[in-house]
Nanobody
Framework: QVQLVESGGGLVQPGGSLRLSCAAS????????MGWYRQAPGKARELVAD???????AYVDSVKGRFTISRDNAKNTLYLQMNSLKPEDTAVYYC????????WGKGTLVTVSL
């Protein structure tokens, strides 16, 4: 059974940083394009960053230059380094394959506020 467990969220002030982690089990995540998604209150879930098995990355325009996606294949773990956070980054963040093919985890809540 595939499990995706996100962690690392929290409350941070604008301009701050957080590092999210996604531990995968039941799959060898290094074989897949993997992505970080987010869902803000009242909005649809969106893909914000993805990474290919070869390490090529892509980002939605709103996070380019601020977020960095990476992976540790030995740990079967995906990361999202988020810098210069803005209030509009407030959302529940999820990981999944890109496109998503597995059940969603619980996500991790990121709140950017004074």
């Amino acid at each position: 059974q595939v499990q995706l467990v996100e962690s690392g969220g929290g409350l941070v002030q604008p301009g701050g940083s957080l590092r999210l982690s996604c531990a995968a089990s039941g799959i060898t995540s290094s074989m897949y394009d993997m992505g970080w998604y987010r869902q803000a209150p009242g909005k649809a879930r969106e893909l914000v960053a993805d990474i290919t098995p070869g390490g090529r990355t892509a980002y939605v325009d709103s996070v380019k230059g601020r977020f960095t996606i990476s992976r540790d294949n030995a740990k079967n773990t995906l990361y999202l380094q988020m810098n210069s956070l803005k209030p509009e980054d407030t959302a529940v963040y999820y990981c999944n394959t890109s496109p998503d093919i597995y059940n969603w985890g619980k996500g991790t809540l990121v709140t950017v506020s004074l």
